[in-house]
């Protein structure tokens, strides 16, 4: 099952720096706080955890950080493949 594979990729907690797989950016909270909630649905097999934060004017939603951009890279993948979700791979 592919959200098992996701697993497999889970963020560093509390890792600083490095990179984040973002799902979306929104210009204001309480959208991203929506579609947060819509990811975390999708997600939840997936053993990810989406966040918020507010990165100049704009609220991302994201997984991660993750140490390297190869290892945000291939998780995006897989969330791309597993979920459909449009991802990009950001500094943190």
């Not at 706080?33 to 819509?38: I, K, N, S, V, Y």
């Not at 990811?39 to 100049?56: I, K």
């Not at 897989?78 to 950001?90: I, K």
């Amino acid at each position: 099952n592919e959200p098992a594979v996701v697993a497999e990729a889970a963020a560093t907690p509390g890792a600083r720096g490095g990179f984040v797989v973002q799902l979306g950016a929104f210009a204001n909270f309480a959208n991203a706080e929506a579609f947060l909630a819509h990811v975390q649905n999708q997600t939840a097999s997936a053993a990810v955890e989406p966040r918020v934060r507010q990165v100049g004017s704009l609220w991302r939603v994201y997984v991660g950080p993750f140490a390297e951009r190869d290892e945000a890279a291939k998780a995006a993948q897989r969330l791309a493949a597993a979920f459909g979700l449009a991802t990009s791979v950001r500094a943190h």
